[in-house]
């Protein structure tokens, strides 16, 4: 099944612990990225990436950093989380960055940071 | 500060109505503008997308007005359905290629619709 994977689903951690949430396609899709979603604020783009190697900021990327060595993964690092990166974090993908190449979203993980 | 404003944030209608969410935008060399639908607990779907070459685009129940001069677009839900309860997002980009990979989201819409 062609399909976005994110794990964790949920995690709550401490501030300062570092954490790593994963994100895996398997539809050999060159565009990944990463976005928050807060409460009014719809869906803010973190960092997002055209193909391996090859990364650039979105609108928040304060706090975050990202790595793409293979082309189906494409992991977020938070090395010193914040309470104020609790949020709901979605990976998306799609075939190119061609903005009318649909964009798939995995099914979220919901961060909190106390 | 938000580079596409959605509106309304939230919206009740009846079974049958319909259910229209508007979005204005700053930027003009915006020149993608789609729809996401998102049910709770799950990541976003595409919906329905228009390029700002046409005025209107409709698929099924769902259709996406355009106005160029106005800077806004808006989605149409006719004949809403309980299953069309969910959040929609607008969302706009650019599709030259200097800019592909950046997307800019409205804050969403929180979509009731009672039986």
């Known amino acids: 099944e062609a399909q976005v994977t994110q794990n964790p689903r949920y995690l709550i951690t401490v501030t300062g612990k570092k954490l790593t949430v994963t994100c895996s396609q398997n539809m050999n899709h060159e565009y990944m990225s990463w976005y928050r979603q807060d409460p009014g604020l719809g869906l803010r783009q973190i960092y997002y990436s055209m193909n391996v190697e090859v990364t650039d900021k979105g609108d928040v990327p304060e706090g975050y950093k990202v790595s793409r060595k293979e082309k189906r993964n494409f992991p977020l690092i938070l090395e010193s989380p914040s309470p104020n990166q609790t949020s709901l974090y979605f990976c998306a993908s799609s075939l190119s960055p061609r903005p009318r190449d649909t964009q798939y979203f995995g099914p979220g993980t919901r961060l909190t940071v106390l | ?115």
């Open chain 2, 1 to 115: 500060q938000q580079q596409v404003k959605q509106s309304p944030q939230s919206l009740i209608v009846q079974k049958g109505g319909i259910s229209i969410i508007n979005c204005a935008y700053e930027n003009t060399a915006f020149d993608y503008f789609p729809w996401y639908q998102q049910f709770p607990g799950k990541g976003p779907a595409l919906l329905i997308a228009i390029r700002p070459d046409v005025s209107e685009k409709k698929e099924g129940r769902f259709t996406i007005s355009f106005n160029k001069s106005a800077k806004q677009f808006s989605l149409h839900i006719m004949d809403s359905q309980p299953g069309d309860s969910a959040t929609y997002f607008c969302a706009a980009s650019r599709a030259i290629t200097d800019s592909w990979g950046k997307f800019q989201f409205g804050a969403g819409t929180q979509v009731v619709v009672t039986p």
